[in-house]
């Protein structure tokens, strides 16, 4: 059973500060990467995406993917009350058109 | 606007009654997912269809079943509910580009409650 692991938090941050959000995942196979963020009781709204190793900026939002180790992440800088959320990492199994996600990291930034 | 629906948004029944959620789309995707979502568990995929003719089971298909009656339209059926299968359930699609950046739309999902 292929997984994908997160720290369920929450994780707390003020605002204004960097909120880093990771990820881990057993298929070494994989190939594509996605940040889903779901506010309570919404459905989940796709943030990011990355496939290759490195960096992939997009406003605020930085997604870094380190094939080798296994490990994606997810930087938000400038935390707003508005980023609190659960965060959602999801590996994409058959070129992307399956995704297992993991259990959600909950964020929290205060004012 | 495009969009993913989902009928019905909250649905209480009884153990033993038979259940169908449906979920519609006006995006023109190919491809549509049934995940359900506990606390805790994150998503975990039920069933999903490529086109209309193709129809395959998720990591958690048992107790389920589903029918692409349409490119459009794509339902999840619990043909005897049991109280486990409480959950929020969320109908999603996605398009065929080739890529990996497959983009997955969610619906806004349907929550069922199994007394």
């Known amino acids: 059973q292929k997984e994908v692991e997160q720290n369920s938090g929450p994780l707390s941050v003020p605002e204004g500060a960097i909120a880093s959000l990771n990820c881990t995942y057993s298929?070494?196979?994989?190939?594509?990467f996605f940040w889903y963020r779901q506010y309570s009781g919404k459905s989940p709204e796709l943030i990011m995406f990355i496939y290759s190793n490195g960096d992939k900026e997009d406003g605020r939002f930085t997604a870094q993917l380190n094939k080798a180790s296994q490990y994606v992440s997810l930087l938000i800088r400038d935390s707003q009350p508005s980023d609190s959320a659960t965060y959602l990492c999801?590996?994409?199994?058959?070129?992307?058109?399956?995704?297992?996600f993991g259990a959600g990291t909950i964020l929290r930034v205060k004012s | 606007d495009a969009d993913v629906t989902q009928t019905p948004r909250n649905r209480i029944t009884k153990t033993g009654k038979r259940i169908m959620l449906e979920c519609s789309q006006t995006?023109?995707?190919?491809?549509m997912y049934w995940y359900r979502q506990d606390p805790g568990l994150g998503l975990r995929l039920i069933y999903y269809s490529f086109d209309v003719k193709d129809i395959n089971k998720g990591e958690i298909s048992d107790g389920y079943s589903v029918s692409r009656q349409a490119q459009a339209k794509f339902s999840l059926s619990l043909e005897s509910a049991i109280p486990n299968q409480t959950a929020l359930y969320f109908c999603?699609?996605?398009?065929?580009?080739?890529?990996?950046?497959?983009?997955?739309?969610f619906g806004p999902g349907t929550r069922l409650t199994v007394l």
């Open positions: 999801a590996v994409g199994e058959e070129y992307g058109n399956k995704l297992v």
């Open positions: 298929d070494r196979g994989s190939q594509s």
């Open positions: 995006k023109g995707h190919d491809r």
């Open positions: 999603a699609t996605s398009d065929t580009s080739g890529d990996f950046d497959n983009e997955q739309f």
